[in-house]
């Protein structure tokens, strides 16, 4: 056990890659081919015709590919020594999911209005399955004969624990919600996604400083659904997520999609026992047993120790831990290797710290255990720390 929490101390940098995760969510998108010949609209007009779909049932198929500029994970979970899911079930959504983060990959996806929603995850013969119906929220992988069970998930649980991954349409009026005088929108050209046409919404921050160079949503022309999310970054190369309908019929799927019931033999794990387990506090960092200050709630939302310093696409987490950050040198060799890999040490009026690299989203963790977290750059987060805010 000892030597399980000195390897978790670690978990708190390898995370930042997980906050990038979160920030991206799972957005269907497509590689658009094609340019249709559709009338003109303004950005203005497209907006509203995003806000005005009402888009309640579909299914089809969609690929999502992620590159956030990690380095290889390989050999980290044995570096963990196995904390990365040691005794959770391989259905928890929140295990399952996180393969998302990295690589391309293929899903169904069907919904039928706000209460039945069903994601399935493909893997050559294998699938997980994540299916909500009304009160129940239910995961299964196929491959190790696992399922996951949240009872409640209808009723009584905060909104946002009841969601579901994200749909194109939550995406796109987040990003919407959120643009102001910091934004420029515009229409983009047309595009072909799955064989519907659709107007490219192309979004760009005017700060300085942000790392991300567009965000693209193909809109369909004919009811207003987002069909395709492709996020770019300053750094170039491959988007940093590109998904997209491969598919798509706006028909109401067959009720048969939403039940579920798990095969004989499968190992059957409750949202409550799991939860249970995770308020134990056993394994976690040392002085984190009441999960990271401020990220619990959400990342960028209110919680103790956390300051919002700027706005708009530059804006940056300030987390003050209140304990010294780990020292990468005490970390077991394969962790070690995987920080120093996508960490930089820096130096500045605040003392001195490392910061923490991917194409989105950057943390600098300074030696003091304060912690700047933003889709800005390097030098954005050395200049907050600098400014002692």
Do not use: C
């Amino acid at each position: 056990m000892a030597e399980t929490r000195k390897a978790s101390r670690f978990i708190v940098p390898v995370a930042v890659a997980g906050v990038a995760a979160a920030t991206i969510g799972l957005v269907p998108a497509l590689a658009a081919s094609g340019d249709p010949d559709l009338p003109e609209i303004t950005a203005q007009q497209l907006i509203e015709k995003i806000a005005a779909s009402d888009t309640q049932t579909l299914s089809g198929t969609f690929k999502i590919s992620t590159d956030l500029g990690l380095p290889s994970l390989g050999g980290l979970a044995s570096g963990l020594g196995g904390l990365g899911g040691g005794g959770s079930s391989s259905a928890d959504p929140s295990e399952k999911l996180t393969e998302l983060v990295s690589g391309s990959h293929t899903l169904r996806v069907a919904a039928d209005g706000p209460e039945r929603q069903r994601l399935t995850l493909l893997d050559g013969s294998d699938e997980y399955s994540l299916i909500h119906n009304g009160d129940d929220v239910w995961g299964y992988d196929s491959k190790s004969n696992e399922a996951f069970h949240e009872k409640g998930a209808g009723s009584g649980a905060p909104e946002e624990e009841q969601k579901l991954p994200s749909t194109p349409k939550e995406l796109a009026d987040e990003v919407l919600k959120a643009a102001g005088d910091t934004t420029s929108i515009t229409v983009g050209g047309t595009a072909k996604v799955a064989g519907r046409d659709a107007y490219q919404l192309v979004i760009k921050p005017k700060q300085a400083g942000s790392t991300v160079e567009s965000v693209k949503i193909a809109v369909d022309a004919a009811n207003g659904t987002p069909l395709k999310f492709t996020l770019s970054s300053v750094e170039g190369g491959k988007p940093v997520v590109d998904a997209g309908f491969t598919k798509i019929d706006f028909g109401r799927p067959a009720a048969s999609e939403f039940t579920f019931k798990a095969p004989k033999g499968a190992k059957v794990t409750e949202g409550a026992a799991q939860k249970a387990a995770e308020e134990s506090g056993d394994d976690l960092p040392e002085g984190f047993e009441g999960g990271f200050p401020g990220l619990g709630k959400g990342f960028g939302g209110s919680g103790e120790g956390l300051n919002v310093i700027g706005e708009g696409w530059t804006s940056i987490a300030k987390i003050d831990t209140g304990a010294p950050a780990p020292k990468t040198d005490e970390a077991p060799k394969e962790i070690q290797g995987f920080l120093d890999s996508f960490g930089d040490k820096v130096t500045g009026k605040f003392g001195s710290g490392t910061v923490f690299s991917t194409k989105l989203v950057n943390a600098l963790l300074t030696d003091d255990g304060k912690v700047y977290v933003g889709a800005v750059t390097k030098d954005a987060l050395v200049d907050a720390a600098n400014s002692g805010r």
